[in-house]
């Protein structure tokens, strides 16, 4: 499965911000799907995820409260909506699917997006 996110920017603290990955291929509503992130000069962290169905989510304590992930299988699409957003935030977003059970671990995830880059000012 190939990967395309999309929908980063530059917004202010508080400001919100949705991220979009587009799937290609017919098999996208059998995946987990997740979003990493990856600030300048720190490791790659897991941020959220969700089932194949969409009915279980799970996300980083850090942003817990302020994204939702959602799916939309007839669309292949998965989505970010980040809200309250800190400059803490700001990192190069990636979205993934894997086969299998929901993890947190990078290590897991098969297929990986080129990343979009979220720059949230103080």
């Known amino acids: 499965v190939q990967l395309q996110a999309s929908g980063g920017g530059l917004v202010q603290a508080g400001g919100s911000l949705r991220l979009s990955c587009a799937a290609s291929?017919?098999?996208?509503?059998?995946?987990?799907m997740g979003w990493f992130r990856q600030a300048p000069g720190k490791e790659r962290e897991f941020v959220a995820g969700i089932s194949w169905s969409g009915g279980s989510t799970n996300y980083a304590d850090s942003v817990k409260g302020r994204f939702t992930i959602s799916r939309d299988n007839a669309k292949n699409t998965v989505y970010l909506q980040m809200n309250s957003l800190k400059p803490e935030d700001t990192a190069v977003y990636y979205c993934?699917?894997?086969?299998?059970?929901?993890?947190?671990?990078?290590?897991?995830?098969?297929?990986w997006g080129q990343g979009t880059l979220v720059t949230v000012s103080s």
């Open positions: 993934t699917a894997r086969n299998g059970i929901a993890t947190r671990s990078a290590s897991a995830y098969s297929y």
């Open positions: 291929g017919r098999t996208f509503s059998t995946y987990v």
